[in-house]
């Protein structure tokens, strides 16, 4: 059984920072790119970055590339997302998702930004 767990959220002052994981078992990690995708209250799904099997390429939403970091540990079987410079819009429950037809999430950690 696939699973996968994230951790990490919690609340931060506006500016600061949080590093995201997301830890997986049920599957050969080091096969699939990892996606992360983050839910805004009252907002629908908003895809954030993805990261290849072997973590030589990334790709972020225009608005993050600045501010986050997708990284992966294969030994670990874990996907990392290190979010900086933090905003209240940012506010957001953080999914992590296989991202081979986006078939396995996790059930997200909460991040909320806010002084």
């Known amino acids: 059984e696939v699973q996968l767990v994230e951790s990490g959220g919690g609340l931060v002052q506006p500016g600061g920072s949080l590093r995201l994981s997301c830890a997986a078992s049920g599957l050969t990690f080091d096969n699939y790119g990892m996606t992360w995708v983050r839910q805004a209250p009252g907002k629908g799904p908003e895809w954030v970055a993805v990261?290849?099997?072997?973590?030589?390429?990334?790709t972020y939403a225009e608005s993050m590339k600045d501010r986050y970091t997708i990284t992966r540990d294969n030994a670990k079987n874990t996907v990392f997302l290190q979010l900086n410079s933090l905003k209240p819009e940012d506010t957001a429950v953080y999914f992590c998702?296989?991202?081979?037809?986006?078939?396995?999430w996790g059930k997200g950690t909460l991040v909320t930004i806010s002084s």
């Open positions: 998702a296989r991202s081979y037809g986006m078939d396995y």
């Open positions: 990261i290849r099997s072997t973590g030589s390429g990334t």
